[in-house]
């Protein structure tokens, strides 16, 4: 009999221990909604200084088609985490996202942060919500619009 008691305790015990390992984890990975792009191959980024919220300037500055350089932006976009943000400022750079003829195409505002600071990306039709993404990603925009332009 004491020994059922003990693995009932012990048992508990691990049981308890488990739960509040799955809770910590979940609360790591459940930060937030992302940025999502279509599901499909994307075959050009385009980046233009922006005019302002709302409009892409048509006036391309840099026209992207290497595929390494294409996952870089998809990866740091589908990363950015929903986070509410009061914007006052205009944009810094319109990105365009194409698929193809066959597919419309996402347009993005871009509030490039300083070296090792977050950025800050919404979708050019949304509701307002902002995304950031990290320090990382950051560096990453910087180093491939400073090095095409």
């Known amino acids: 009999m004491s020994r059922l ?3 009932g305790i012990e048992g508990g015990v691990a049981l308890a221990l488990i739960s509040i390992c799955a ?3 979940s609360g790591c990975l459940n930060q937030g909604d992302t940025m999502t792009l279509l599901d ?8 233009s200084l922006s005019n ?9 500055l840099i026209s992207i088609e290497d595929k390494e350089s294409i996952e870089r932006i998809r990866q740091i976009i589908q ?4 986070q ?3 914007i006052n400022n205009q944009p810094d750079y319109d990105i365009v996202v194409s698929y193809g003829d066959e597919f419309p195409k996402h347009a993005i505002h871009l509030w490039l942060g300083n070296e090792d ?3 800050v990306l919404t979708y050019l039709t949304g509701e307002g919500e902002s995304y950031t993404s990290s320090s990382q ?13």
């Open 5 to 7: 008691l003990t693995l």
């Open 23 to 25: 809770f910590i984890l």
């Open 40 to 47: 499909e191959k994307i075959t050009m980024v385009e980046i």
């Open 52 to 60: 302002g919220d709302g409009a892409v300037n048509e006036d391309i």
């Open 79 to 82: 990363t950015s985490v929903s």
């Open 84 to 86: 509410k943000r009061d």
């Open 117 to 119: 600071e977050e950025s």
């Open 137 to 149: 990603a950051t560096n990453q925009l910087r180093e491939l619009i400073h090095k095409e332009n």
